[in-house]
């Protein structure tokens, strides 16, 4: 289910317990429906619930049921950005801010990939094995007035 953005009737909540354990309870109750509205993101479910980042995540990773509902909304945004891609592309509309998201959402199929062949081998030598004065002194320069 695709939430409706054009009214924002997404959850929003402030006014937490003071106690932690109380307080990541009642985010429990409430994660499923922030999971669902803002597509598994933890800044964006955060920052509607005023809570911090580090609380949300915690929450989800400790419950099997909301890590596997995170991980199916965040699927379905990137198919969603996915599907608008294709249709900018077929429309000939500028598509990098898309293919930018998707690089750093689906790095997996998104990543520019870059092929290196290499032909034989080589070797850099290290720092410990040459001695100090060489790796301090420049070489190849002259001090003026010798030769």
């Known amino acids: 289910m695709v939430p409706n953005l054009s009214e924002d ?33 933890v800044a964006s479910i955060s920052s ?5 980042p580090e609380e949300v995540s915690r929450v989800i990773t400790e419950s099997e049921e909301l890590s596997y509902l995170a991980k199916q909304y965040q699927a ?21 801010a898309i293919k930018l998201y998707l690089t750093n959402k689906a790095p997996e199929r998104w990543s520019d990939r870059v092929s290196v062949d290499t032909v034989g081998s080589f070797s850099v030598p290290s720092a410990k094995d040459a001695p100090p004065e060489s790796v301090l002194k420049p070489k190849g320069r002259k001090k003026k007035g010798k030769e």
Do not use: C, H
Request: charged share 30%.
């Open 48 to 52: 509607a619930l005023n809570v911090i």
């Open 76 to 96: 379905q945004e990137i198919a969603l950005v996915e599907e608008n891609l294709a249709k900018q592309a077929r429309e000939g509309t500028q598509v990098t």
């Open 9 to 41: 009737t997404r959850i929003r909540r402030s006014g937490w317990s003071s106690d932690p354990k109380k307080r990541l309870k009642e985010l429990a109750e409430v994660m499923p429906a922030a999971i669902r509205d803002y597509f598994g993101a």
